[in-house]
C-alpha cells in the first residue's frame, strides 16, 4: 500500500479578503509541509468566504495571476492542495474548488449549472493509481450521488471542503460516516475553524476509513486534521497551526 498522507486544513477565512486569505493559505501550508503532507484540502469558498465584497474574487479564474503564490507552494512543497472558490464559467459564477498541482498545473472543478444533484459526469477526480481521490462540490453529507460516483471510479479518497454548523454538524457526519462505510472508501472532510458569514461553524473536520471507523477528528479552532496511510492501514493525528 501507498504512503500517502492527506490533511483537511480546518482554516478560518477572512470574508471578502483575497490577499489576507491566500497568506492565511501559504501559512497552512507551509505547515503542512513540515508534516510532509501530499494532499491538502480546504474548506469550500476558502479563498473568498461566502460574501466576496469585490469584483476581482466574485468569480475568480482558474488563472488569474493573483493566485500565483499558491501554485508556486505547490510546486516548492511537492504537495497537491485544494482550495475552494466561486468560478467564472460562461457568463455565471458557480461554486467551486481549485487544484494546485505539483507539477505546476491548475484542475479547477465547479457544481454543475442548474439540478444540484446532477453530477451525470462524475465527481471531479484528480491524482493517480494509489493515491486518486474525487471532490465533492457544494454537496450536502447526505447526497449520496457524490460519493456513489467516486467510488464507482475506483478512487482511492472521497474529500469534500465544507461549511457544517453547529446545527447540521451531527446529521452532515452521520451520512460521511455512512458513505465511507457502503463504499468501501476514506472520506475526509474539511471544514471551517470559525463563523462565515454568519454561520456558526462547528469545526471537527474528521477522515473515515473504508471501514467507515473514524480515523481522527479535530475539536475546534485553526487546525491541521492529518491522516496517514502506511502497510499498518491508516492513523491520524491533529497538529496546532503554530
Same mark, same amino acid.
Given at each position: ?10 482554516? $478560518? ?26 494532499? +491538502? ?28 503564490? +499558491? ?20 457568463? #455565471?459564477?458557480?461554486? $467551486?474548488?481549485?487544484?494546485? *498541482?505539483? =507539477? ?6 465547479? @457544481? ?18 494509489? %493515491? ?10 447526505? =447526497? ?29 457526519? *452521520? ?6 462505510? @457502503?463504499? %468501501? +472508501?476514506?472520506?475526509? *472532510? ?7 458569514? /454568519? ?9 473515515? =476509513?473504508?471501514? $467507515?471507523?473514524?480515523?481522527? #477528528? ?17 492513523? /491520524? ?6
Amino acid at each position: 500500500m501507498t504512503q500517502w498522507n492527506v490533511a483537511a486544513a480546518q482554516y $478560518g477565512c477572512h470574508d471578502g479578503e483575497l490577499n489576507a486569505n491566500i497568506d492565511h493559505h501559504l501559512h497552512f501550508i507551509r505547515r503542512a509541509a513540515r508534516e510532509q503532507v501530499d494532499l +491538502l484540502v480546504f474548506p469550500e469558498y476558502s479563498l473568498t468566504g461566502l460574501t466576496p465584497c469585490s469584483a476581482a474574487i466574485h468569480g475568480l479564474t482558474p488563472n488569474a495571476t493573483a493566485l500565483a503564490p +499558491l501554485q508556486r507552494a505547490a510546486q516548492e512543497y511537492q504537495m497537491t492542495i485544494i482550495v475552494g472558490l466561486p468560478l467564472h464559467d460562461g457568463g #455565471r459564477i458557480l461554486p $467551486g474548488a481549485l487544484g494546485f *498541482m505539483p =507539477d505546476g498545473t491548475r484542475t479547477a472543478c465547479h @457544481k454543475p449549472a442548474g439540478e444540484w444533484d446532477d453530477i451525470s459526469a462524475g465527481a471531479p477526480v484528480i491524482g493517480h493509481q494509489g %493515491r486518486s481521490f474525487a471532490l465533492g462540490i457544494n454537496s450536502d453529507g447526505q =447526497d449520496e450521488s457524490w460519493p456513489r460516483s467516486a467510488a464507482s471510479q475506483g478512487v482511492d479518497l472521497y474529500t469534500t471542503g465544507r461549511i457544517v454548523s453547529e446545527i447540521s454538524w451531527q446529521h452532515e457526519v *452521520m451520512h460521511l460516516q455512512r458513505w465511507s462505510h @457502503k463504499y %468501501r +472508501l476514506p472520506v475526509l *472532510m474539511a471544514n471551517h475553524a470559525w463563523s462565515v458569514n /454568519g454561520t456558526r461553524s462547528a469545526g471537527r473536520s474528521a477522515c473515515w =476509513d473504508e471501514r $467507515g471507523q473514524l480515523i481522527i #477528528r479535530a475539536d475546534e479552532g485553526e487546525l491541521l486534521v492529518i491522516s496517514r496511510r502506511s502497510e499498518r492501514g491508516w492513523q /491520524g493525528e491533529v497538529i496546532p497551526l503554530v
